[in-house]
């Protein structure tokens, strides 16, 4: 069987090795980013996860805060650098996860490889998913469960393997909806799969019950949370974060345009041919439907969502584009895509991926933009400031403590700015937060309660200027701690931690 599953072509090995030597490349470039650069925010409020162990937060499961756990240093605070290398060689092996699941669907070993370059090169996966966030887990489970789910329908619907391989796909299933609520819609296309016509007899076996059972005990924790709270993180999604929710020509535009950065305008028309080409396959192929089944209704629910929201962002329809590839492999022979397209869409990718190399690891927008250079719209700052700011935050926090004052709370105005606070101290401090729409920070610790601490420690960067007097009325600055950052010579950020403490307090 594993002969079988080789991915080595006994003619021609050369896709092999260029698979290879870009992975190897790609993993390079990774380790290099992962040495030097701390969180981003969003990394940082999923390294806050880490510090909890809920089975859900109001933006998504828990999972991402399961593996965060595991890179917990002696003082119980996430390192960047032990992240982003597990991120760096997961994003490199996801790729042959992919390669494999085409195997599964019965690609050959050219069309295996094909898979591979494309999950690898596409540079929505190949940047996006050396950052710690759900969707790593994510794509994990999601290839996983297509892998597995079509392993299963190739197989005989009695056989030993496919009642395994079904299971495995209704585990990895529940594993992609605790990684991101976006597993749901993959859920969804397994059960239309095996109910359509060419999967139907599986209905037959216990297989299909038994996965579905299986993912539902890996969301227990989850829905208990949720149910015994009263639908937190479904309320903060879908309505206190939905202000001005409807069509809209920015949203549209946000969507097309987003795909056409994150994927390079020749990767998304080769996408489009490639769906086109799933679409028009005969309907008595299992593999084909469950192929179509996790792609388009997936792709129109989310592309929906995203041009309805103003806070959607174009990367959540990119778990959609898995099972293309898969599809790809498959047709490997039947040349989906011109050959000159496919040079372009190769060459835009790699070129695209070394450019994002360029600007996160060197400062090269500072000096390229010159005047015109904005550092607070460029998010690359925050791999670094952080890095300072959180040195800042520490010893900010260990003088109060030296000067015995115990009871003290570190106070953030929006989570960007708790979360790289969290991620840096750990649980040594309370963490209180006052991002207006709501966060994960004030459903832990309501301002009723943080508002009586006699000290805090106020943390905030030049993108949330605060008049203190005017904010806080009843409290006393008692010091600043500051910090510049600065890069290509240009002041990008300056941190600032303010003492505040009560005022007729001793």
């Given at each position: 069987?594993w002969?079988r599953?080789?991915f080595?072509n006994?003619?021609?090995d050369?896709?092999?090795?260029?698979?290879v030597?870009?992975s190897?490349?790609?993993?390079?470039?990774?380790?290099?980013?992962?040495?030097?650069?701390g969180?981003?925010?969003?990394e940082?409020?999923?390294?806050s996860?880490?510090l909890?162990g809920?089975a859900t937060?109001?933006?998504?499961?828990?999972?991402?805060?399961?593996l965060?756990?595991w890179?917990?240093?002696e003082?119980?605070?996430?390192?960047?650098?032990?992240?982003?290398?597990?991120?760096s060689?997961a994003a490199?092996?996801i790729?042959?996860?992919?390669?494999l699941a085409?195997?599964f669907?019965?690609?050959?070993?050219r069309g295996?490889?094909?898979a591979?370059?494309a999950?690898?090169?596409?540079?929505?996966?190949a940047?996006?998913l050396f950052?710690f966030?759900?969707?790593?887990?994510?794509?994990i489970?999601?290839?996983?469960a297509?892998?597995?789910?079509a392993?299963a329908l190739?197989?005989?619907?009695?056989?030993?393997?496919s009642?395994a391989?079904?299971?495995?796909?209704?585990?990895?299933?529940?594993?992609?909806c605790a990684?991101?609520?976006?597993?749901?819609?993959?859920?969804?296309?397994l059960?239309a799969?095996w109910?359509?016509?060419?999967a139907?007899?599986?209905l037959?076996t216990?297989?299909?019950?038994?996965a579905?059972?299986?993912?539902?005990?890996v969301?227990?924790p989850?829905?208990?949370?949720?149910?015994?709270l009263g639908?937190?993180?479904l309320h903060h999604?879908?309505?206190?974060t939905?202000v001005?929710?409807?069509l809209?020509?920015?949203?549209v535009g946000?969507l097309?345009?987003?795909?056409?950065l994150?994927?390079?305008p020749?990767?998304?028309?080769a996408?489009v041919a490639?769906?086109?080409d799933?679409?028009r396959?005969?309907?008595?192929d299992?593999v084909?439907?469950?192929?179509?089944?996790?792609?388009?209704?997936?792709?129109?629910?989310l592309a929906?969502?995203?041009?309805?929201s103003?806070?959607a962002?174009p990367?959540?329809?990119a778990?959609a584009?898995?099972?293309?590839?898969l599809h790809?492999g498959?047709?490997?022979d039947s040349?989906?895509?011109?050959?000159r397209?496919?040079?372009?869409s190769?060459?835009t990718?790699l070129l695209?991926?070394?450019?994002?190399f360029l600007?996160?690891?060197?400062p090269?927008l500072?000096?390229?933009l010159?005047?015109?250079y904005?550092?607070?719209?460029d998010?690359?700052n925050?791999?670094?400031?952080w890095?300072t700011?959180?040195?800042?935050?520490q010893?900010s926090l260990?003088q109060?403590?030296?000067a015995g004052?115990d009871?003290?709370?570190v106070?953030g105005?929006h989570?960007v700015i708790?979360a790289?606070v969290q991620a840096?101290?750990g649980?040594?401090?309370?963490?209180a937060?006052?991002t207006p729409?709501?966060?994960?920070?004030?459903?832990?610790?309501?301002?009723?309660?943080?508002?009586?601490a006699p000290?805090?420690?106020?943390?905030?960067?030049d993108?949330?200027?605060?008049?203190?007097p005017?904010?806080?009325p009843?409290?006393?600055?008692?010091?600043?701690?500051?910090?510049?950052?600065?890069?290509?010579?240009?002041?990008?950020r300056?941190?600032r931690?303010?003492?505040?403490?009560r005022?007729?307090?001793?």
């Amino acid at each position: 069987m594993w002969e079988r599953l080789s991915f080595r072509n006994a003619q021609d090995d050369t896709p092999v090795k260029v698979a290879v030597a870009v992975s190897l490349l790609l993993v390079t470039a990774r380790f290099v980013l992962s040495e030097s650069i701390g969180f981003g925010d969003a990394e940082a409020l999923y390294a806050s996860y880490s510090l909890f162990g809920q089975a859900t937060y109001l933006d998504h499961p828990g999972l991402i805060g399961w593996l965060g756990s595991w890179f917990l240093n002696e003082q119980g605070v996430a390192d960047p650098v032990s992240i982003h290398r597990f991120t760096s060689i997961a994003a490199t092996a996801i790729p042959w996860l992919g390669g494999l699941a085409a195997r599964f669907a019965g690609a050959s070993a050219r069309g295996a490889i094909l898979a591979v370059l494309a999950i690898a090169i596409v540079p929505e996966t190949a940047i996006g998913l050396f950052a710690f966030s759900p969707d790593l887990p994510l794509a994990i489970a999601w290839l996983g469960a297509l892998g597995l789910a079509a392993l299963a329908l190739r197989s005989h619907p009695s056989s030993l393997r496919s009642f395994a391989a079904t299971l495995g796909a209704g585990l990895c299933t529940g594993l992609a909806c605790a990684a991101k609520v976006t597993g749901i819609l993959l859920a969804i296309a397994l059960v239309a799969t095996w109910s359509s016509r060419p999967a139907r007899e599986r209905l037959r076996t216990f297989a299909p019950y038994f996965a579905v059972l299986l993912g539902i005990i890996v969301t227990l924790p989850m829905l208990q949370r949720e149910i015994s709270l009263g639908w937190p993180m479904l309320h903060h999604r879908l309505w206190h974060t939905q202000v001005g929710f409807g069509l809209t020509l920015r949203n549209v535009g946000a969507l097309l345009g987003g795909q056409a950065l994150y994927l390079t305008p020749f990767v998304a028309i080769a996408i489009v041919a490639i769906a086109i080409d799933l679409a028009r396959q005969p309907h008595n192929d299992a593999v084909d439907r469950l192929l179509f089944y996790t792609t388009i209704p997936p792709f129109v629910a989310l592309a929906t969502l995203t041009i309805l929201s103003r806070v959607a962002e174009p990367h959540w329809v990119a778990p959609a584009y898995l099972g293309l590839a898969l599809h790809l492999g498959r047709r490997a022979d039947s040349a989906l895509v011109s050959r000159r397209l496919a040079l372009a869409s190769v060459f835009t990718s790699l070129l695209a991926i070394a450019v994002v190399f360029l600007v996160v690891r060197f400062p090269v927008l500072p000096k390229i933009l010159g005047d015109s250079y904005d550092p607070k719209l460029d998010i690359t700052n925050d791999l670094f400031a952080w890095k300072t700011g959180s040195t800042l935050v520490q010893s900010s926090l260990r003088q109060v403590r030296e000067a015995g004052i115990d009871d003290v709370v570190v106070v953030g105005p929006h989570w960007v700015i708790c979360a790289q606070v969290q991620a840096a101290i750990g649980q040594t401090a309370e963490v209180a937060c006052e991002t207006p729409e709501g966060d994960d920070f004030q459903q832990r610790l309501p301002k009723s309660a943080w508002e009586r601490a006699p000290v805090w420690l106020y943390v905030t960067d030049d993108r949330f200027p605060i008049d203190i007097p005017t904010h806080f009325p009843n409290r006393s600055i008692a010091g600043v701690n500051r910090a510049t950052v600065r890069r290509g010579g240009v002041v990008v950020r300056t941190i600032r931690v303010i003492q505040l403490q009560r005022m007729g307090a001793v």
